[in-house]
């Protein structure tokens, strides 16, 4: 037991001190500070030993996530991916002819006359008998790629154009295969795969391996068709662009009747009737756009109805 001394003096502590308080059983004490500011004391501390020693505060960690940063990465993730796909899409449109040249002279074999008898052997070499030894492991990866990339991938553009102009332009269309519709009017876009058919006719007449004038006159023709399908739909949105295209193609043709030029013979001739033709129909496509437009502009002028002779 303590001396009467050290109650006093207990009794004579600051006021201010905290001091414990029994609020319950002994065996289920509940204590609270008591002198102690509301402020610094927020709750009350159980106790559950005799000895009355105090638990340390338990603290609870919350994980706040937040959704406004997790919005942003996944938008980030679907951005790369639409621009992983749309990369991968133009880099098989740039290598398209020299893989379809490449795989085609893999696969093309013509029948070459030996001692014993007839054999195919490739064109592009003739040393090599078709599907014999080497060949025989590399010709069918020729021909799987015939089928998906050479054959499948102009459809699969015409598949993507279609899907395109019957549920519309979405942002993810757009990103991932926007060069099928971009700069083009909507109901042109087919002309996008022009290119693609144009690289793959090269490349057929160049596995053939016809003459030079014959190669020519393909060529030519082409050229042609292209002219007049510019000029006959005007696929593109900007007049400056139509015209563009319009002078490149015949830029090609014009080189195209050169060479032709100094081959002379008949396929020359028919390369320079063809040019004629297509050079009216041009002239005639021109005159009469430039005259819808006209009519366009007055009628507009006057307030009047202009759906009648909108370019088409």
Not at 37 to 50: D, M, V
Not at 193 to 217: F, H, K, M, R, Y
Not at 286 to 311: F, H, N, P, Y
């Amino acid at each position: 037991m303590g001396s009467p001394s050290d109650d006093q003096h207990n009794e004579s502590d600051d006021e201010s001190s905290p001091r414990w308080t029994d609020l319950g059983r002994h065996d289920n004490t509940t204590m609270m500070m008591v002198g102690e500011s509301p402020r610094a004391w927020h709750t009350e501390t159980n106790f559950t030993s005799p000895s009355l020693s105090p638990r340390p505060p338990t603290t609870k960690t919350t994980t706040t996530i937040s959704a406004p940063k997790t919005k942003t990465m996944m938008t980030w993730t679907a951005l790369c991916k639409h621009r992983i796909i749309h990369s991968i899409v133009i880099l098989f449109v740039i290598l398209y002819f020299i893989l379809s040249l490449r795989t085609m002279q893999a696969v093309y074999c013509i029948s070459v006359p030996t001692e014993d008898a007839q054999q195919l052997r490739l064109n592009v070499e003739r040393a090599i008998t078709c599907y014999t030894l080497s060949h025989l492991y590399a010709a069918p990866f020729a021909w799987v790629m015939v089928v998906l990339f050479i054959v499948g991938f102009p459809m699969f553009c015409l598949g993507m154009i279609v899907r395109a102009r019957v549920k519309g332009v979405s942002p993810a269309f757009q990103l991932r295969f926007g060069f099928l519709t971009r700069s083009l009017r909507p109901r042109r876009h087919v002309y996008s795969i022009a290119p693609i058919l144009i690289n793959l006719a090269v490349a057929i007449q160049t596995v053939i391996g016809i003459p030079t004038d014959e190669s020519l006159l393909v060529n030519g023709l082409i050229f042609c068709v292209n002219i007049i399908v510019l000029s006959l739909f005007w696929p593109f949105l900007k007049r400056v662009m139509n015209i563009f295209v319009l002078t490149g193609a015949y830029a090609r043709l014009v080189y195209v009747l050169v060479l032709s030029g100094r081959q002379g013979g008949m396929y020359f001739t028919i390369l320079i009737v063809v040019s004629a033709v297509t050079v009216v129909i041009t002239c005639v496509a021109v005159a009469l756009r430039i005259r819808r437009a006209k009519a366009k502009v007055v009628m507009t002028r006057q307030g009047q109805d202009v759906t009648s002779i909108e370019l088409k």
